[in-house]
């Protein structure tokens, strides 16, 4: 059981807007930062997001983060077969003194 | 360019140690805190441990399951980090990333686990 909660799953058609949320607590999401990653099938996970909403060098500005409270969400816009992939949101908690990943959203582009 | 290559993964059986290693270049790796991260087979992420730079502290956290089993080290001269674990358990079987957390790089600072490496892989079993 994580202590980040995510769907398990998502899904949306080409050019379509998806979110992922991802669902903390006082103890976690709710006092420091998000981050995302995106992991595609067979290779290592790739920062999208850090600090709940910048962007690293490189990812396109398709891809936006957002927190409110104690829970985040991803959003992904102008959806495209390339963003099929698992997604992961992360948070340092403060009660565990150690860092926390959500389960993951595996996005499937139909 | 910023390369992390992890190695020292194998076959190992339950109560055996194994120590993993991850060369870094292209980066001020004295001043980076630096993540181990695994992933069991077909499972999510899990983070197992992080070492903050020397000029932050050099600490050391671990997360729950490995605490007093796996200790992270670091070598400033070598540019390289380590993962030592023992009395390995075969829940510990995993995929293990290393990667950046929190660095410095001039007047830049980066956030996140922005470089990851490929992994190397760890079965327990008998």
């Known amino acids: 059981q994580s202590v980040l909660t995510q769907p398990p799953s998502a899904s949306g058609t080409p050019g379509q807007r998806v979110t992922i949320s991802c669902s903390g607590s006082?103890?976690?999401?709710?006092?420091?930062?998000v981050y995302w990653y995106q992991q595609l099938p067979e290779t290592a996970p790739k920062l999208l997001i850090f600090?709940?909403?910048q962007r690293p060098s490189g990812v396109p500005d398709r891809f936006s983060g957002s927190k409110s409270g104690t829970s985040a969400s991803l959003a992904i816009s102008g959806l495209r077969s390339e963003d099929e992939a698992d997604y992961y949101c992360?948070?340092?908690?403060?009660?565990?003194?150690?860092?926390?990943f959500g389960g993951g959203t595996k996005l499937t582009v139909l | 360019e910023v390369q992390l290559v992890e190695s020292g993964g194998g076959l190992v059986e339950p109560g055996g140690s194994l120590r993993l290693s991850c060369a870094t270049s292209?980066?001020?790796?004295?001043?980076?805190?630096m993540n181990w991260v695994r992933q069991a087979p077909g499972k999510g992420l899990e983070w197992v441990g992080r070492?903050?730079?020397?000029?932050?502290?050099?600490?050391?956290d671990y997360a729950a399951p490995v605490k007093g089993r796996f200790t992270i080290s670091r070598d400033d001269s070598k540019n390289t980090l380590h993962l030592q674990m023992n009395s390995l358990e075969t829940e510990d079987t995993a995929v293990y990333y290393c990667?950046?957390?929190?660095?410095?790089?001039?007047?830049?600072?980066?956030?996140?686990?922005?470089?990851w490496g490929q992994g190397t892989t760890v079965t327990v079993s008998s």
């Open positions: 070492i903050k730079s020397k000029t932050d502290g050099g600490t050391t």
């Open positions: 990667t950046t957390d929190r660095r410095v790089e001039g007047p830049t600072l980066f956030y996140g686990m922005g470089v």
């Open positions: 292209g980066f001020t790796f004295t001043n980076a805190w």
């Open positions: 992360a948070s340092w908690d403060n009660s565990l003194s150690g860092r926390v």
């Open positions: 600090r709940n909403n």
């Open positions: 006082s103890s976690n999401t709710g006092i420091n930062y």
